[in-house]
C-alpha cells in the first residue's frame, strides 16, 4: 500500500514531466549506480549506437524516415536520445523503473510507465520498430516478454535486439547487473524461433572490446570488491582520456569492419510476419 500511496504522490509531481501510467504502480529497478555512471558521452553508448546505425544502413532503414518506435526497458533513455537528435522518427520510452524514467529527456516521445505483458489495447500494432537494447538478458523466461513486446509492432514492423554476448565471458560483472545470461547467434534465435518472425539478421560489434572483457572478467572473479566498485570497475572508464581512446577504438571498428564474426555484442533485427 504504501509503494502506491508514493506512487499516486509521484505521479501528481511528474505530470508536468509527461510521465504516462499505463500500468499499475509496482516495484522494480534497475542497478543506481549504473544509471548514475552511464551518459551519452560514455564511450560503450557512442559506440554502441554507431554499431545500430551501421545495423539499420545494412537493411536499409534511414534515419530520415518517419517511423514511430518503442524503446521498451530505456532506462534513462540514452538510446532513445540518441536516436532522436539524429532522426525523424517518434520514440516512445517504457520502463517500470520509475527513478530512471524521471530522467528521460525527450521532445518528441512519450514516456511510458508501461509493463508491455499488460498489452494495453492503445498501444497494440502501433509502431514500426520495437528496439529491446539489453533488456533480455535480464530476464528469465525471454521469449514470453519478446512475445508480448512484438504484439506491440505492426504487421511487417521490424524488432532489433542488443545483448551482451559470448557467455563464456559471464562475470562477476553480468551477475551484479542482474544478467542470466550471456548470448551467442544460436542462442539469440532460439529465443525467436517459435515466434513469428521472418528474416533475422545478426550483427557482432565490439571486437575491439575483447581483451577488455577477458581482462574483466579474471581480475573480477578473483577480487572481493563491493558492488559499486564491481560496476566502475567492470564499466566506467578511470578517466575522461581512457573514455576519448575507447571511443576512438569504436570509429575505428565502425569504419574497419563491415562484418565481425565475434563481439562483445550481439544486435539481432527481424520483422514481424503479415497476417
Known amino acids: 500500500m504504501k509503494l502506491k500511496d508514493d506512487l499516486l504522490i509521484w505521479s501528481g509531481k511528474l505530470l508536468s514531466m509527461k510521465i504516462e501510467f499505463i500500468s499499475d504502480p509496482q516495484s522494480l529497478s534497475m542497478n543506481e549506480h549504473w544509471f548514475e555512471i552511464s551518459n551519452e558521452d560514455h564511450f560503450w553508448f557512442r559506440w554502441r549506437f554507431d554499431a545500430f546505425k551501421k545495423f539499420l544502413k545494412e537493411q536499409k532503414i534511414s534515419f530520415k524516415d518517419n517511423l514511430k518506435a518503442l524503446d521498451i526497458g530505456g532506462g534513462t533513455g540514452i ?26 529527456n525527450l521532445k518528441r516521445g512519450r514516456k511510458l510507465f508501461y509493463n508491455i505483458h499488460d498489452n494495453d489495447q492503445g498501444l497494440q500494432e502501433q509502431y514500426d520498430l520495437i528496439l529491446l537494447f539489453d533488456v533480455i538478458e535480464h530476464i528469465k523466461n525471454p521469449s514470453m516478454f519478446i512475445q508480448d513486446a512484438v504484439k506491440h509492432l505492426k504487421p511487417g514492423g521490424k524488432i532489433v535486439i542488443n545483448v551482451p554476448a559470448l557467455n563464456c565471458f559471464f562475470s562477476p560483472y553480468d551477475k551484479v547487473m542482474g544478467h542470466y545470461r550471456r548470448y551467442s547467434k544460436n542462442s539469440l534465435s532460439k529465443e ?62 565502425y569504419f574497419l569492419f563491415r562484418y565481425q564474426i565475434i563481439g562483445t555484442s550481439l544486435l539481432m533485427i527481424a520483422e514481424k510476419k503479415q497476417k
Not at 79 to 102: C, G, R, V, Y
Not at 217 to 239: A, C, D, M, R, Y
Open 79 to 104: 538510446l532513445s536520445s540518441q536516436i532522436e537528435a539524429e532522426s525523424n522518427w517518434d520514440t516512445d520510452i517504457a520502463d517500470l523503473d520509475i527513478n530512471a524514467l524521471k530522467n528521460v
Open 192 to 253: 525467436i524461433r517459435e515466434l513469428s518472425f521472418k528474416n533475422p539478421k545478426y550483427h557482432y560489434w565490439g571486437l575491439f572490446l575483447l581483451p577488455f572483457l577477458i581482462v574483466r572478467k579474471i581480475v573480477l572473479s578473483f577480487s572481493k570488491k563491493s558492488e559499486h566498485e564491481i560496476i566502475n570497475t567492470g564499466f566506467q572508464p578511470p578517466n575522461s582520456f581512457v573514455n576519448r581512446v575507447f571511443k576512438l577504438l569504436g570509429k575505428i571498428e
